[in-house]
């Protein structure tokens, strides 16, 4: 547990959707199964699938481009671009470097690096931008986030084919300024490896390389024990929750949590108000027209909280969520 005040305030919020809209419809076609099965199952109607000649960190970067407007800055006045995202473009280079040159800055110098905790990217990401805020290193700190999830989907495993989506998402983090109370109050990521084989991209890497005489094309594609892995996190979240939520902090006006099911927001959200009080008001909901998009879930739904009005200035929120690792991560601040 990390207490606070770490103060860094949320300047600019920005998001990039692909433009191809695909429904639930169209992805039980692929899969093979039942219409309207999919949406009893997950709830998701609908959700965005990139082009699969789209760099992923070309979407990372036109999120990153509204962000920064939205901050008020220029691309050249960041001082650290990092890059959050849950799946790589490529192996190497890292991807960072490949945002700032979609933002036109590949001649500036300016320090790139990533982050990687698969869904809780984007948390981690702001766990390690407090602390250079904290400590002078840097001050204007762009995260940018992006999972185009259909192009490792496999449409032989319905639960995942049919919960994923495309999305990039971004924020740009600055020094408080005096007299604003914006910061990060509490900050807590727990990992617990026992489910570490739950989640899992098996190939693209050294342990089972493409260019293997038993290589399968499964290995390199996303397979997770969604039963599995809901039980674990719920086993495990009634003791992380009363860690992060002590009952003397004051209550939170939203919580922003990772958009990873419609089961797993219902049960969180049950939980949530058993150990906390929140309601499932409070909860921001992107799922139905988003699906689950990885790393970008969460910055998603900070987006859509920011500009539908829902989180103002002033406000106490929650992010939350859970990672492959099995990992669980949840912050409160004050926007």
Not at 175 to 204: K, N, W
Request: charged fraction near 20%; proline fraction near 7%; include cysteine.
């Amino acid at each position: 547990m990390s207490e606070a005040p770490w103060k860094f305030k949320f300047a600019g919020v920005g998001r990039h959707l692909p433009e191809r809209v695909v429904t639930a419809e169209e992805v039980e076609r692929l899969a093979n199964i039942p219409e309207a099965s999919s949406r009893r199952f997950n709830g998701v109607k609908e959700r965005r699938w990139a082009d699969p000649t789209m760099p992923s960190m070309a979407m990372a970067a036109e999120a990153a481009k509204e962000a920064i407007a939205d901050a008020g800055l220029e691309p050249g006045d960041l001082d650290l671009i990092i890059n959050a995202s849950g799946s790589p473009q490529q192996a190497i280079p890292d991807g960072a470097c490949y945002i700032q040159r979609h933002l036109g800055l590949e001649d500036s110098g300016i320090t790139c690096m990533s982050v990687h905790t698969t869904c809780l990217g984007f948390l981690s990401a702001i766990n390690v931008a407090s602390a250079f805020i904290a400590t002078g290193r840097y001050e204007n700190i762009l995260i940018a986030c992006c999972d185009i999830a259909a192009s490792c989907l496999n449409p032989d495993e319905a639960e995942t084919f049919t919960l994923f989506g495309d999305m990039a998402a971004a924020a740009v983090l600055v020094p408080t300024p005096s007299g604003e109370p914006c910061g990060m109050h509490r900050f807590q990521f727990d990992t617990y490896s026992t489910g570490a084989d739950l989640t899992v991209i098996p190939g693209l890497g050294t342990y089972r390389h493409p260019g293997r005489a038993d290589d399968v094309p499964t290995d390199h594609m996303f397979h997770m024990n969604g039963p599995e892995v809901l039980k674990m996190a719920l086993d495990l979240m009634p003791a992380f929750l009363a860690d992060l939520c002590p009952k003397h902090e004051p209550p939170v006006d939203l919580v922003v949590p990772h958009q990873s099911s419609r089961t797993a927001l219902k049960l969180a959200g049950e939980l949530l108000r058993e150990y906390t009080g929140i309601g499932r008001e409070k909860i921001v909901d992107i799922l139905e027209y988003h699906g689950n998009c990885v790393s970008a879930s969460i910055p998603g739904a900070l987006y859509h909280a920011v500009r539908s009005g829902a989180l103002r200035r002033g406000d106490r929120f929650m992010i939350i969520g859970t990672g492959a690792g099995l990992s669980l991560g949840g912050a409160i601040f004050t926007y």
